[in-house]
């Protein structure tokens, strides 16, 4: 399994705090929020191969 590589990311406060509360209302972490929802937005626009 590739390791994951963390790296730092700058997030106005308000747009931070909605993907935490969506987060917790799915009950992910918000790193796992970001990574989802990422991850979609590449899926969606074709630009990572779906598995």
Known sequence: ???KKPFVLRL???LLKAVEKWAADEFRST??????IISKALKEAGRLKQK
């Open 31 to 36: 790193n796992g929020q970001l990574e989802w």
């Open 12 to 14: 106005d406060p308000e």
């Open 1 to 3: 399994m590739p390791q």
